[in-house]
């Protein structure tokens, strides 16, 4: 297969990154001399604060780094050695055979020779000379001299600020097509989730950056308006892989035009004509490649060369329709002939339409924007459901699979929810059809306002709505919808014959690739989970493989959260508010209750454990969970009323491991309880 303009040759790439490897390797070995000063530190007790901070930045810098170079176990190592110098308290002679085998270890992997991934694979010829400018906003040198070795090779400008101060400046100078955005800063990542959200709402593609999925909350990062969220030990050309992928995607009112030809003029010719019209074009000199080019750019239009070597256009042509998914693809024809036999064959094959050579420009152009305009047309009136604004169920399950794909290839997670209206049927039989169809309608504008444009929404068939989120775990997919299903509640409706009413919906989200590996398999575990929501009272969000458990039931061994307060008004909202994110529940009123059933038969995963309680107070409670060994197994969230911070500090050195203080909010206290049932 040729494909014009040619790209750079993946040898020439890993040339590049491997040569900027031997440059740097010297430096990043002076660098790593710091863990051994902490070491040596805490064998004399002399391990200063400012001596952390620094080993934890250059752990940090390097788990970020060393995966671009083709060291994927140095970068683990160094996330290793970051988790251990990020706490203070978890620093003490004890750790030192732990922190100098990881030294060691570390070491080791430095002195390998750089083995930098392939660069990436070539799709058409999206690599001409210019694909576009990505601003880079990161501190680390070494991260964004890969991300530029890779980025020139595929014809990508690249600029790099330091920090998200250096980065509004750098933008308002010249707009990048799409920025990758650290959120690592060594002052936290308040500004740079700010910058996130300023960019978003000027309408420029971001890529969240992290060290390690947990650094951040992909929820927050999607609410603020990433396309994407990406790890920095994936391979500087993984990483430019993805940008390429979203710079194509953006440019997706520009429709795409395959030509197959075996004459390099006729290819340049079309390439010449269409190009200036804002398509995207690819060219191929050998048919044999034919399907393997079409599944991976999807073509809106197909221009066949009749006479071909291996294989005609007619042949071609008939082999393409006997796949389902491209029956539906316009195929025009360029040939030197135009006899009856020939025209006859062009439309028995499936072709829709067809040119003789030598080919006038005015007609070419003509016949091909026509072609284009109609099947916009025709694919708008099919992917757009026309009652609620959001995908049909054809549309939305080709994108589910290219989310499949995308996720395979760069090992990031995919979740699936379905949702179904609760109890619409009896909307209709009351209030009429007309305000059923406002529901939902109502419900896509409200889907569509509450995802992002990379996620995909839509209408399965009555009430059912489906919600595809690419690089969001299945806690992260519950958190989202579950944040949609508490905006729904406070939508009110209206009808001539009735009073005003609200509705609730059920849920269930699945995950690729633990629920299932294919769209059908993920619809089948998150529908079942669906039904779980269902059977146990509706108006909630349940994840596949979920559990069941009547909050009032404390016989129940295993539960997510036990809920340990005495006002039943916050017991009621905090309860409702778990319940529609899918945990298992346990309500436990009094502290001498608690403490009996905490330190028996009941064994949950996390405990919110209100301070003044009946009985024993909370920091008993804690006690005699600590005494019992319990809290080994189980993490405690202490809620605070009137507490002072002696009190507080004593029930996080009994084994706390956060506290909030009331009055809360109640979705802070929600992503509390999340962050801490996924440690």
Not at 124 to 139: H, N, P, Q, T
Not at 356 to 385: H, I, S
Not at 601 to 617: H, I, Q
Request: glycine share 6%.
């Amino acid at each position: 297969m040729t494909l014009a303009p040619q790209p750079p040759t993946p040898a020439a790439v890993t040339d590049s990154v491997a040569a900027l490897w031997d440059r740097r390797k010297d430096d990043v070995m002076r660098r790593a001399v710091v863990f051994d000063d902490v070491v040596v530190a805490l064998l004399n007790g002399e391990l200063t604060e400012e001596l952390r901070q620094q080993a934890a930045r250059e752990a940090h810098k390097l788990a970020g780094s060393l995966g671009m170079f083709g060291l994927p176990e140095g970068s683990r190592v160094a996330r290793e050695l970051e988790h251990l110098f990020e706490t203070a308290t978890a620093l003490d002679h004890r750790r030192v055979p732990q922190l100098s085998a990881l030294t060691l270890e570390l070491r080791r992997e430095l002195e390998r020779p750089a083995v930098p991934a392939a660069a990436p694979a070539v799709r058409g010829d999206r690599r001409g000379s210019d694909r576009g400018a990505v601003l880079v906003v990161d501190d680390d040198e070494d991260f964004a001299a890969g991300i530029a070795a890779v980025a020139a090779s595929v014809g990508l400008r690249e600029e790099v600020a330091g920090s998200p101060a250096a980065a509004r400046l750098a933008i308002a100078r010249r707009r990048p097509d799409l920025v990758l955005l650290d959120l690592g800063f060594p002052g936290g990542s308040d500004d740079a989730l700010a910058l996130l959200a300023e960019l978003s709402a000027a309408r420029l593609p971001v890529f969240a950056l992290t060290v390690r999925d947990t650094f951040t909350d992909r929820v927050e990062v999607a609410r603020r308006g990433a396309v994407g969220f990406l790890e920095k030990s994936l391979s500087p050309s993984q990483v430019i892989e993805a940008v390429l992928d979203q710079l194509e995607r953006g440019n997706g009112t520009s429709a795409t035009v395959l030509t197959v030809d075996d004459d390099s003029f006729v290819l340049d010719a079309v390439r010449a004509l269409l190009t200036p019209q804002g398509l995207q074009v690819h060219t191929l000199d050998d048919p044999r490649r034919l399907f393997e080019v079409v599944d991976d750019i999807s073509p809106d239009l197909l221009v066949l060369d009749f006479d071909m070597p291996h294989a005609n256009g007619v042949e071609l042509c008939r082999a393409l329709r006997n796949n389902a998914r491209w029956t539906a693809l316009p195929v025009l024809f360029l040939t030197a002939r135009a006899d009856p036999g020939t025209v006859q064959a062009i439309f028995a094959a499936g072709g829709d339409d067809y040119l003789t050579k030598p080919v006038l420009a005015a007609e070419f152009l003509g016949r091909v924007m026509n072609r284009l305009e109609r099947v916009r047309l025709l694919r708008q009136l099919a992917d757009t459901d026309a009652l609620t604004g959001v995908s049909t169920r054809r549309r939305s399950t080709e994108v589910l699979n290219r989310f499949i794909r995308t996720a395979q290839r760069f090992g990031q997670p995919l979740c699936l929810a379905v949702l179904d209206l609760d109890q619409f049927k009896s909307v209709n039989d009351r209030h009429g059809h007309t305000v059923g169809d406002e529901v939902l309608r109502r419900l896509g504008e409200l889907l569509t306002e509450t995802f992002r444009g990379e996620d995909i929404t839509a209408r399965w068939g009555g009430e059912e709505f489906v919600v595809g989120m690419y690089g969001m775990t299945r806690d992260d997919g519950v958190q989202r919808v579950a944040e949609l299903l508490e905006k729904w509640r406070h939508e009110v409706f209206t009808s001539v014959a009735a009073a005003p009413f609200s509705l609730s919906f059920s849920a269930g989200v699945a995950q690729y690739p633990f629920d299932g590996t294919d769209v059908e398999a993920l619809y089948r575990s998150a529908d079942l989970a669906l039904y779980q929501a269902k059977a146990q009272g509706r108006d909630r969000v349940v994840p596949a493989g979920a559990h069941h458990t009547d909050p009032t039931d404390i016989d129940v061994a295993m539960v997510d959260v036990a809920l340990v307060e005495d006002d039943e008004v916050i017991a009621a909202l905090i309860l409702h508010s778990l319940a529609t994110r899918g945990y298992s529940t346990c309500w436990l009123r009094d502290g001498d209750e608690a403490a009996a059933s905490l330190t028996g038969p009941l064994s949950p995963r996390l405990v919110l454990l209100d301070w003044d309680l009946p009985g024993r107070n909370g920091l008993a409670v804690l006690a005699a969970m600590a005494e019992a060994g319990v809290l080994e197994r189980t993490r405690t969230i202490m809620l605070t009323g009137r507490s002072t911070e002696e009190e507080t500090l004593e029930a996080l050195e009994l084994g706390a491991i956060d506290h909030v203080a009331k009055p809360f909010s109640l979705p802070v206290l929600m992503q509390r309880v999340r962050r801490a049932l996924a440690r």
